[in-house]
């Protein structure tokens, strides 16, 4: 469900850990309404970069602005007016073990919003509905299978309604059988709600899936090897870490 406008724009973004460089001076764009998928070889950056667009690490240069606003520079109130636009799924998941999925899913509405519990209750109970959990919003993570925990981080990644969901290896760790719904769930949430997808993934075949766009990240460029759609990459893009990566080829690895 593209609509055409940039819901994040990235600029010269320079992301170093010391003197260090892992990507160096990069810029994109993600349209609002698409599913745009970060992907690339191990050490390239992927998690990195997702750190830098949610804010959790700053940039050596350049500026990340997130509708229309600076987030590399943004403080105090205007931050986080800004974080409450966009949620995060991270890789394991992240719930908290002590706390059921409802209550889960109610703790950003607790910390940033006035809603009575009554309320908080009955928003946790439509994430997670939209998720498939509803009947088990009094289960504990310990309690459900991994898919389960990641359609519950997706549910409280939701619960401030963002704009934009950020996902880390969503499909990391799952069957195929359940993976293939996690992508199913995605598509539905962006057909059905609007919401823009940022995703770091090496799945081909969720990658396939579900982007509209991606972007491949390369640790010799320290940049931007490729964009565009996972088919049109796989089928016309002739560098040959693009290729590689498309077809499943190993490549040698220097000495």
């Known amino acids: 469900?593209?609509?055409?406008?940039?819901?994040?724009?990235?600029?010269?973004?320079?992301?170093?850990?010391?003197?260090?460089?892992?990507?160096?001076?990069?810029?994109?764009?993600?349209?609002?309404?698409?599913?745009?998928?970060?992907?690339?070889?191990?050490?390239?950056?992927?998690?990195?970069?997702?750190?830098?667009?949610?804010?959790?690490?700053?940039?050596?240069?350049?500026?990340?602005?997130?509708?229309?606003?600076?987030?590399?520079?943004?403080?105090?109130?205007?931050?986080?007016?800004?974080?409450?636009?966009?949620?995060?799924?991270?890789q394991s998941g992240a719930l908290f073990g002590s706390l059921t999925l409802e209550e889960n899913v109610m703790l950003a509405m607790e910390e940033f919003t006035d809603l009575p519990a009554d309320a908080r209750q009955l928003v946790a109970?439509?994430?997670?509905?939209?998720?498939?959990?509803?009947?088990?919003?009094?289960h504990f993570p310990s309690e459900v299978s991994g898919g389960m925990q990641k359609r519950a981080a997706i549910a409280r990644a939701m619960a401030l309604d963002p704009a934009v969901l950020f996902l880390d290896e969503p499909s990391a760790g799952l069957d195929p059988v359940t993976s293939a719904g996690l992508d199913e769930l995605i598509l539905n949430l962006n057909h059905n709600l609007g919401v823009t997808f940022v995703i770091v993934s090496h799945e081909l075949a969720s990658i396939y899936a579900v982007a509209d766009r991606v972007i491949m990240l390369d640790s010799t460029k320290k940049g931007i090897l490729a964009e565009g759609s996972p088919a049109d990459l796989r089928d016309h893009d002739m560098d040959p870490g693009v290729h590689a990566f498309f077809h499943r080829e190993a490549r040698e690895v220097p000495a």
């Not at 191990?42 to 509708?67: F, N, Q, R, V, Y």
Request: charged share 20%; glycine share 14%; net charge neutral.
């Open 1 to 90: 469900m593209v609509t055409g406008s940039n819901i994040i724009e990235v600029r010269g973004l320079t992301a170093a850990y010391g003197d260090f460089v892992l990507l160096d001076k990069i810029s994109f764009d993600v349209r609002r309404g698409e599913v745009f998928v970060i992907i690339g070889g191990s050490g390239c950056g992927k998690s990195t970069l997702m750190k830098h667009l949610i804010g959790l690490l700053p940039p050596a240069a350049g500026e990340i602005l997130i509708d229309g606003e600076n987030i590399t520079t943004a403080t105090g109130g205007q931050r986080a007016e800004l974080i409450e636009k966009f949620g995060v799924m991270y």
């Open 125 to 138: 109970r439509m994430k997670l509905s939209l998720v498939g959990l509803e009947r088990f919003a009094a």
